[in-house]
T-cell receptor
Framework: GAVVSQHPSRVICKSGTSVKIECRSL??????MFWYRQFPKKSLMLMAT?????????EQGVEKDKFLINHASLTLSTLTVTSAHPEDSSFYIC??????????FGPGTRLTVT | RKEVEQDPGPFNVPEGATVAFNCTYS??????FFWYRQDCRKEPKLLMS???SGNEDGRFTAQLNRASQYISLLIRDSKLSDSATYLC??????????FGAGTTVTVRA
């Protein structure tokens, strides 16, 4: 399958600061990437669809001003959690769409906001 | 009603045993179906796609029943390394995927 990297793998930040997470497709060009968050023992929750060269599409209930997504190139999408609060602590995972519907996931970023 | 529902388990089986579990999906228009595997605190990894006629990949067999809207996964000759959470995944609209909460399988020596 395709290879997707994510950086950083783990971050601890103070409340009120912003955190940027990078997602890269390493061996193919991904016109569409997705951002998810996952709470312990829960299913992945789609936050937004990131399309190269256009604005991201956010799922209902996800604040676009809080979770800024940029997909400036075919291999890179970034998620910035602005003014982070403890309730934003979660496992954030990106994915890149394959040839049809399958998705390949990055290794995830564990965010802890203190 | 959730889009994808799975028995959370856990399924505790001895090495060498066969284990099988299902998931149901609500969107009758779904066309693509997958099983992903997720290890603790790791990202999901694609295990296999599920085709209409059913398909096998080594010790893993997946079946699709469109009429009843369920998908199954069977693992033969279980290995310790098969211990994981198995996610049932179904496509929705606009290339989005809907994930089940996962079925936990623990294979014991």
């Amino acid at each position: 399958g395709a290879v997707v990297s994510q950086h950083p793998s783990r971050v601890i930040c103070k409340s009120g600061t912003s955190v940027k997470i990078e997602c890269r497709s390493l061996d193919f060009q991904a016109t569409t990437m997705f951002w998810y968050r996952q709470f312990p023992k829960k299913s992945l929750m789609l936050m937004a669809t990131s399309n190269e060269g256009s604005k991201a599409t956010y799922e209902q209930g996800v604040e676009k001003d809080k979770f800024l997504i940029n997909h400036a190139s075919l291999t890179l999408s970034t998620l910035t959690v602005t003014s982070a609060h403890p309730e934003d602590s979660s496992f954030y995972i990106c994915s890149a769409r394959g040839l049809v519907y399958e998705q390949y996931f990055g290794p995830g970023t564990r965010l802890t906001v203190t | 009603r959730k889009e994808v529902e799975q028995d959370p388990g856990p399924f505790n089986v001895p090495e060498g045993a066969t284990v099988a579990f299902n998931c149901t999906y609500s969107n009758s228009a779904s066309q693509s179906f997958f099983w992903y595997r997720q290890d603790c605190r790791k990202e999901p990894k694609l295990l296999m796609s599920v085709y209409s006629s059913g398909n096998e990949d080594g010790r893993f067999t997946a079946q699709l029943n469109r009429a009843s809207q369920y998908i199954s996964l069977l693992i033969r000759d279980s290995k310790l390394s098969d211990s994981a959470t198995y996610l049932c995944v179904v496509n929705g609209d606009d290339y989005k995927l809907s994930f089940g909460a996962g079925t936990t399988v623990t294979v014991r020596a």
